[in-house]
């Protein structure tokens, strides 16, 4: 003992060491109200938490448990067991923490200080509490745009995948209506995507009911393909059984649409072969459940990432014309192939296009069933979010519309912010017909904004740069190389008809640049300062003539 006492007080460089006993942790309660309290330090040690219904276990996760007082309180939904005694287990507690003792329930799951974090983005979609990655699901359901995403619950970082679930009326406020899909017995929820069954080939839509049908993975276990539906946007049912059994470990992200010219379904999954291969599998359905490979893409290898995870797949019509219309393929990193499908084989065109120009912009995925006929794309934008007692980490982009156009080079996507987003215009300054000089005045000195949306056309005439500072981030066009460059990002963005056209957003964690008319998306993260409200508009090497600028103030939606 004496011995065992020394060595620790060695090992610790001789200073005495206070340990506190760390011991498996069992309470019993009876569930009285909505939700369990769960007492969160960020950075804390990751204790292993199991909640049990008679011996067994109805629901599980890692944690950074607060023995005392807490950054925030993740709530776990107790719904299900209302009036039963459930047991909290926990593998390994300090034996003087407080974090279940007592256990605290409570009939709703606010704080205060929600969505008053400093860090919050303000027109940007991020889960109340918790982390987020990839935008799931995504589909237009009963009146909703429904935006399911990867979301722990638990902590701030990533870790014990569940479907976060979000709705919105109109693309741009949204309702956080909580977990739609829990970790299971085969595994944790990795992404996938979603589809109504219109004609309900499914008949899991009982009563003339058209179900949403969604598609995970069910991850970190047995890498099978899942299944779950509702029939009021609310409430989810998993089928009982895999639908699609493992390829090879880590094929993950199922994307299901319907290809109406074969009546039949179509999933493409991304599957890792040997030596790292990525590859994107298709398989076709008569009814969602029984599926049958017919056909697949090579992408890249190992670090090169073309057609690695995330697949999103749809048709679009060049400038609109129907007759004319091309099938895109993508993977998380938005580069995409442009091609035709019959139904079972993609055969790619051009292949390695690139779609985005900015800085961790990834996994994005398109709502399905979009009433407007729209094709309307979320992305996961990672977000400099983590820090201190944030009770909420990473964020999603804005809501934007691909189109194709057609290019000299061939038919190119491009996005638009979605117009719904002219809702949060707030107060405005507008300028036209000026010209830049050099050293001149700023002429959006009086501009105070946290928030903004800029468009911005501009002819360089001679100028060498053109440069909007927003908050003190510079965003710079260099005229001669015809490139745009923000935070050392930089981006090709050719001038039209010899002027610079931007739309830019600006929100408390970045901005996002649209250029050439959408044809570059350019969204760079970076936390602005908190107290630099101020704008500016300059060139350098010569003159430049304005043509208009409209800066608005954005509203926050929450
Ligand atoms: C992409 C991804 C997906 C996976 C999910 C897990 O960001 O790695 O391939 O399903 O995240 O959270």
Redo the contacts with the bound molecule.
């Keep these: 003992m004496i011995n065992r006492l020394i060595l620790l007080l060695l090992m610790c460089g001789g200073l005495p060491l206070i340990t506190t006993a760390q011991q498996p942790f069992t309470t019993k309660f009876e569930v009285g109200e909505k939700y369990l309290k769960i007492p969160i330090k960020n950075g804390a040690a990751k204790r292993n938490v199991d909640i049990l219904l008679n011996g067994e276990k109805v629901r599980w996760f890692n944690v950074e448990l607060a023995d005392d007082t807490p950054d925030w309180y993740a709530y776990l939904d107790l719904t299900a067991w209302k009036g039963n005694t459930l047991t909290i287990h926990v593998d390994s507690l300090n034996s003087n923490s407080k974090a279940f003792a007592p256990v605290v329930q409570e009939a709703d799951d606010r704080n205060k200080a929600d969505y008053l974090e400093p860090l919050r983005g303000q027109f940007h979609f991020s889960p109340k509490r918790g982390w987020n990655?990839?935008p799931n699901g995504m589909a237009y359901y009963k009146g909703e745009y429904h935006l399911f995403f990867?979301h722990n619950p638990y902590g701030v970082n990533?870790g014990n995948?569940h479907w976060g679930h979000a709705v919105s009326k109109d693309l741009v406020h949204w309702k956080e209506v909580g977990e739609a899909l829990y970790p299971d017995e085969f595994g944790t929820m990795?992404?996938?995507g979603g589809v109504i069954d219109t004609e309900n080939t499914s008949g899991l839509g009982k009563g003339g009911e058209q179900p949403l049908v969604l598609y995970y993975?069910a991850?970190e276990k047995t890498w099978n393909q899942g299944l779950a539906y509702t029939v009021d946007g609310r409430k989810f049912t998993k089928l009982p059984h895999t639908i699609l059994d493992k390829i090879t470990d880590g094929n993950?992200?199922p994307k299901v649409i319907w290809h109406a010219p074969s009546k039949h379904w179509v999933m493409v999954l991304?599957v890792t072969e040997a030596n790292d291969l990525h590859t994107m599998h298709f398989f076709t359905s008569p009814d969602m459940k029984s599926w049958t490979f017919t056909s697949k893409i090579v992408g890249g290898i190992g670090d090169d990432r073309y057609m690695h995870?995330?697949p999103e797949f749809f048709e679009l019509a060049v400038d609109g014309d129907e007759n004319n219309k091309k099938w895109i393929l993508t993977g998380?990193n938005s580069q995409y192939a442009i091609g035709t499908f019959d139904g079972k084989t993609f055969v790619p065109q051009e292949e390695r296009l690139f779609s985005q120009h900015g800085r961790d912009y990834?996994?994005a995925q398109t709502f399905s069933d979009e009433p407007k006929g729209r094709r309307v794309e979320i992305g996961?934008w990672r977000t400099h979010t983590n820090q201190g007692a944030s009770s909420f980490n990473q964020s999603m982009s804005i809501p934007m519309a691909l189109t194709l156009k057609q290019t000299a080079a061939g038919a190119r996507l491009v996005r638009t912010p979605v117009e719904e987003l002219q809702k949060l215009r707030g107060a405005a300054t507008k300028l036209t017909s000026k010209e830049l000089v050099p050293e001149m005045q700023n002429l959006l000195a009086k501009v105070d904004a946290e928030t903004a949306e800029i468009l911005l056309t501009v002819a360089p005439k001679d100028a060498k740069i053109i440069q909007l500072t927003v908050r003190g981030l510079e965003i710079n066009y260099d005229v001669a190389k015809q490139e745009l460059e923000i935070d050392q990002v930089r981006a090709q963005a050719p001038l039209e008809d010899g002027k610079l056209d931007l739309q830019v957003f600006v929100d408390r964690t970045g901005v996002e640049v649209f250029a050439a008319k959408g044809a570059v998306f350019m969204p760079v993260n970076y936390n602005l300062k908190q107290t630099d409200h101020t704008y500016g508009l300059h060139v350098k090497g010569g003159k430049a003539a304005l043509e208009n600028l409209e800066l608005y103030q954005l509203k926050s939606i929450w």
Excluded: I, K, L, V
């Design positions: 990655n990839d990867q990533w995948m990795f992404s996938g993975t991850a993950r992200d991304y995870e995330c998380a990834y996994a996961w």
